[in-house]
C-alpha cells in the first residue's frame, strides 16, 4: 500500500495539521482555532472508521502486534482530541460571550474533569481494563485528600461558587461586612484581592467572602448613592435650613444632579435641628471628594445667615440660644462668614456691611453676561447660581455657586471682560461690595490680598484645567496666585 493512501499516516498527518493551526489560532482568534480543531477531529474519526477501528468500543485492538500498537495510539490520541476539542469549545463559547476572565475557575474545573473522564476511556476502551476497582480506590483517596485539605477546599469551591454567581468581577468597587472595601484586583481559586482606599491590597479567602453580606457599589451602574447627617442649632427654623442645604447640594461639583439629592428632617428639638443629606456621586471614589465640598459648602452657607451647629457633648443653655436668635444684619453676617474678611474688626465689618447693594435674581435671570466687566465684589446670600463658559456652539458648565460663596475678583483685579457667564439656577440674593470701599481695606490690611489672589487663582485654574493641562503643568496654583497679588497690589496701589 502506498504510503499516501496509508489511513495512518493520512490520521497523523491530521492530527500534526490541527495541533499547528490550533496553536496558531489560539490567541488570535479562538473560534478560528476551534473550528481548525473540529475540521482534524472529524477528518480522524473518519480514517479510523473507514480502516475498521471504532475508538470508543473495546476489542478494536486486532492483527499483529506492530498494528494494535499503532491502533493504540490513535485511539489515545483520539480521546485526548476529543477533550481538547471539548475544551477549546468552552474556550471558545466563553470569549465570544466576554466571560473568560470573569469565570477562569469554572473553566479550569471542566477542564480538568474533561481530561479526568478521557484518561478512563481510554482505561477502558484502548486497554480494555476494569475501572470499577479504581474508581472505588480513587474515591477513598479523594475522601481522605478532602478531610486533609477541608480548609483549602472550602475556598476553592467558595470560589467556584463565587464565579458562576458573580455577584462582583474584576475593576468592582465591594464592601464587606461594613467593614472592608475597595477595588477588586483578581481573583483566584483559594482568595480574592481587593485594593483598599488606603492603596494596600487586603487578600480574602473566598469562604469568607462567601459567608459576608457583600455590597458591589460598582452595579448596576458605576452612579453610587450616599448621605450624610448634619445637626444645626435651631435658631432657625427647619424649613430654611432645609433650603438652605439643598442649595448647598445643588452647588457642589461632585454631587449628580440626576437622580435628585434631597434633604430630610430627621429629628427637631429646643436645642438642633438634625437634616440628613442624600446625593449621588458619578462613582464610588468620589464620594469623599463630594463629602468633604459639602461640609466646607454647609458651613459656609450656615455662617452666612447667622446660624450654627448644635454642641456634641452638651445642651445648649436657653439662655444662648436667645442670644442667637439677636442676629446681626444680612450684609454683616454674610462679611463674617468669608475667610476673606477674617482680619477686619467688628467695626470696619460693619461699615464694610453699611456699603452693600441688595439685587434679587429670579430663576434663570442672567447675573453676569459674558464679556461683561464687573468692577465689584459680589457675595451670595441666598440661592444658586450656575457658572458656563462657551465651547464650540454650545455653553460648557465650570461650576456652581453656594450662600457664603464671593465673585467678581476676576474683574476687580485687572478689569478685563468676563469669559463666563453667571446665572441663577434658583431664587437669588446678592450683595455688591464696590472697588472704591475695598481699597481702603486692602490698604489696611495686604493680608486680604494673598487670600484674594489665592482664591482667584484657584478659581481660574479650575475653568481653564484642560488648557493647563496641555501646556504639560506649565501653570499651578502658587505660581498664578503670586501673579495675580503682584496685580492686585498695582492695582490698588499696595507695598508687598
Known amino acids: 500500500m502506498p504510503i499516501l493512501s496509508n489511513p495512518f499516516f493520512l490520521a497523523g498527518l491530521a492530527t ?34 473507514a480502516d475498521g477501528i471504532v475508538p470508543y468500543h473495546a476489542g478494536s485492538l486486532a492483527g499483529s502486534e506492530h498494528r494494535r500498537l499503532i491502533v493504540a495510539i490513535f485511539q489515545i490520541v483520539w480521546w485526548l482530541s476529543g477533550a481538547r476539542l471539548a475544551i477549546g469549545f468552552l474556550r471558545a463559547f466563553s470569549v465570544l460571550g466576554h466571560r473568560f476572565h470573569q ?43 478532602g478531610l486533609a ?40 481559586w483559594r482568595a480574592t484581592h481587593i485594593m483598599t482606599g488606603t492603596h494596600d491590597v487586603a487578600i480574602i479567602p473566598n469562604s469568607v467572602i462567601a459567608k459576608s453580606k457583600l455590597v458591589n457599589c460598582s452595579s448596576p451602574t458605576e452612579v453610587h448613592g450616599t448621605h450624610v447627617r448634619i445637626k444645626l442649632a ?24 440626576s437622580p435628585e439629592p434631597s434633604v430630610t428632617v430627621k429629628d427637631v428639638s429646643a436645642e438642633m435641628v438634625e437634616l440628613e443629606l442624600t446625593y449621588s456621586v458619578a462613582d464610588v471614589s468620589a464620594r469623599s471628594r463630594a463629602q468633604n465640598e459639602i461640609f466646607d459648602r454647609v458651613y459656609r452657607a450656615i455662617s452666612s445667615v447667622g446660624g450654627g451647629f448644635a454642641p456634641r457633648l452638651a445642651s445648649l443653655p436657653r439662655q444662648a440660644v436667645q442670644e442667637q436668635t439677636d442676629e446681626p444684619g444680612v450684609p454683616a453676617r454674610l462679611l463674617a462668614g468669608l475667610s476673606l474678611f477674617s482680619s477686619l474688626t467688628a467695626d470696619e465689618r460693619n461699615a464694610l456691611a453699611a456699603q452693600m447693594q441688595r439685587k434679587d435674581y429670579k430663576p434663570s435671570d442672567v447675573v453676569v453676561k459674558d464679556g461683561s466687566i464687573l468692577q465689584s465684589l459680589f457675595v451670595i446670600s441666598d440661592g444658586v447660581l450656575v457658572v458656563t463658559a462657551q ?16 465673585f467678581g475678583e476676576f474683574g476687580l483685579l485687572n478689569e478685563e471682560s468676563s469669559h463666563t457667564e453667571i446665572t441663577a439656577l434658583t431664587r437669588a440674593v446678592i450683595y455688591e461690595l464696590s472697588k472704591d470701599a475695598l481699597a481702603p481695606l486692602f490698604q489696611a490690611h495686604p493680608r486680604m490680598v494673598e487670600r484674594l489672589s489665592e482664591r482667584l487663582a484657584s478659581r481660574q485654574l479650575a475653568l481653564t484645567a484642560g488648557a493647563t493641562h496641555d501646556r504639560g503643568g506649565e501653570y499651578n496654583e502658587e505660581t498664578i496666585a503670586h501673579r495675580i497679588a503682584g496685580g492686585l497690589r498695582r492695582l490698588f496701589s499696595l507695598h508687598a
Open 16 to 49: 500534526v495539521a490541527a495541533l499547528l493551526g490550533a496553536r496558531y489560532f489560539q490567541k488570535r482568534s479562538p473560534l478560528t482555532s476551534f473550528v481548525v480543531q473540529l475540521l482534524a477531529f472529524v477528518i480522524l474519526t473518519g480514517l479510523m472508521l
Open 391 to 406: 465651547e464650540g456652539n454650545d455653553r460648557r458648565e465650570c461650576g456652581r455657586l453656594a450662600p457664603g460663596e464671593f
Open 234 to 257: 435651631s435658631s432657625l427654623s427647619p424649613e430654611r435650613l432645609r433650603t438652605l442645604l439643598r442649595e448647598v447640594l445643588l452647588s457642589s461639583t461632585h454631587v449628580l444632579q
Open 149 to 188: 485539605l477541608q480548609s483549602s477546599l472550602s475556598d476553592v469551591f467558595s470560589g467556584i461558587v463565587l464565579n458562576i454567581e458573580r455577584p462582583y468581577k474584576v475593576g468592582n468597587w465591594i464592601r464587606l461586612d461594613d467593614d472592608i472595601e475597595g477595588t477588586v484586583m483578581e481573583t483566584n
Open 103 to 145: 469565570a477562569q475557575i469554572v473553566h479550569d474545573l471542566l477542564a480538568a474533569l474533561i481530561y479526568f473522564a478521557a484518561v478512563f476511556a481510554i482505561i477502558a476502551y484502548v486497554f480494555g481494563l476494569p475501572v470499577q476497582g479504581l474508581l472505588a480506590t480513587s474515591g477513598a483517596l479523594a475522601i481522605i485528600i
